[in-house]
């Protein structure tokens, strides 16, 4: 039970870190003028390079590793793990057809924790430190992909996961419009949170408690977090957000807001790291 004297803290990431320069330049923008404080860094990412800079540059700046096994590209080459990338090296682009090819098929469960691992190790390459985990489409909650991190905890130093729980009443409450979608993931990762939280624990393994920004669908708006934010109660939550300066502008002016900093100070709101906070 968390005392109501506690105080409210909220990590505010970006997730795609490396996707683009277009990204690292919102991420970085958001985060020096912004409330954002840590960003999870697609390693093979087109623009992964220049997102390391930055994040050397900005030594606050709280960087995890967002892994990627769908809609994205691979650390490892095509021959090696051909169950899972085409021959350019890309995952599919269906992520539900993934989901299911990575439980049911034979063999490409190896494939995935050798792809995991060899992000994992790139991420260490870069020498930044590891503030928390989590996955491209919350990926990371899926029960094979979920057990490569549990099980690899200790060596890889992973402290915190990312536990993708969005409640979808107050969501509701909160914002209107793409009802189905809403509904749909709320149902998908309300059932994948609820397997994963006892693991987590079990391992010792630290989480929010609540993670904000699923059901929003990158509308992670300036409105939003004015009607979210009031909402807080003390305890540790997590905003995530898809800042970026063409894609998603509407996040990164959300982040960069005068209208929510005021509120956040009003409150007493904590903004934290993962590495702060668990």
Same mark, same amino acid.
């Given at each position: 039970?968390?005392?109501?004297?506690?105080?409210?803290?909220l990590?505010?990431?970006?997730?795609?870190?490396?996707?683009?320069d277009?990204?690292?330049?919102?991420?970085?923008?958001?985060?020096?003028?912004?409330?954002?404080?840590?960003?999870?860094?697609?390693?093979?990412?087109?623009?992964?390079?220049a997102?390391?800079?930055?994040?050397?540059?900005?030594?606050?700046?709280?960087?995890?590793?967002?892994?990627?096994?769908?809609?994205?590209?691979?650390?490892?080459?095509?021959?090696?793990?051909?169950?899972?990338?085409?021959?350019?090296?890309?995952?599919?682009?269906?992520?539900?057809?993934?989901?299911?090819?990575?439980?049911?098929?034979? @063999? *490409?469960?190896?494939?995935?924790?050798?792809?995991? !691992?060899? /992000?994992?190790? #790139?991420?260490r390459?870069?020498? %930044?430190?590891l503030d928390?985990?989590?996955?491209?489409l919350?990926?990371?909650?899926?029960?094979?992909?979920?057990?490569?991190l549990?099980?690899?905890?200790?060596?890889?130093?992973?402290?915190?996961?990312?536990?993708?729980?969005?409640?979808?009443?107050?969501?509701?409450?909160?914002?209107?419009?793409?009802?189905l979608?809403?509904?749909?993931?709320?149902?998908?990762?309300?059932?994948?949170?609820?397997?994963?939280?006892?693991?987590?624990?079990?391992? @010792? *393994?630290?989480?929010?408690?609540?993670?904000?920004? !699923?059901? /929003?669908?990158? #509308?992670?708006?300036?409105?939003? %977090?004015?009607?979210?934010?009031?909402?807080?109660?003390?305890?540790?939550?997590?905003?995530?957000?898809?800042?970026?300066?063409?894609?998603h502008?509407?996040?990164?002016?959300?982040?960069?807001?005068?209208r929510?900093?005021?509120?956040?100070?009003?409150?007493?709101?904590?903004?934290?790291?993962?590495?702060?906070?668990?």
């Amino acid at each position: 039970m968390i005392s109501r004297h506690a105080p409210i803290r909220l990590i505010v990431n970006a997730d795609d870190f490396g996707i683009s320069d277009s990204a690292n330049r919102a991420i970085e923008r958001a985060h020096r003028e912004g409330i954002l404080t840590s960003a999870s860094l697609m390693v093979a990412g087109e623009a992964a390079e220049a997102a390391v800079r930055i994040a050397r540059a900005n030594p606050r700046l709280g960087v995890g590793l967002h892994s990627v096994l769908v809609c994205g590209r691979s650390v490892l080459p095509p021959t090696e793990i051909s169950g899972l990338v085409d021959e350019r090296g890309r995952f599919t682009d269906r992520p539900v057809v993934a989901g299911l090819r990575y439980f049911f098929a034979p @063999g *490409l469960q190896e494939q995935v924790r050798r792809e995991l !691992l060899a /992000q994992f190790e #790139r991420f260490r390459a870069t020498g %930044l430190a590891l503030d928390h985990v989590n996955g491209h489409l919350n990926f990371h909650l899926h029960p094979g992909v979920f057990r490569v991190l549990l099980d690899h905890a200790n060596t890889l130093g992973i402290r915190s996961v990312r536990l993708t729980r969005d409640p979808l009443i107050q969501n509701l409450r909160l914002a209107s419009g793409e009802y189905l979608y809403r509904l749909s993931h709320a149902g998908v990762f309300g059932a994948l949170s609820r397997r994963c939280e006892p693991l987590l624990a079990r391992h @010792g *393994l630290r989480h929010a408690a609540c993670t904000y920004g !699923l059901l /929003q669908n990158s #509308r992670v708006t300036e409105d939003y %977090l004015l009607r979210l934010l009031p909402e807080l109660q003390p305890g540790i939550w997590e905003l995530y957000c898809h800042a970026d300066e063409d894609a998603h502008r509407h996040e990164l002016e959300a982040l960069l807001s005068p209208r929510v900093r005021q509120v956040i100070e009003s409150r007493g709101i904590q903004l934290c790291r993962y590495s702060d906070c668990l």
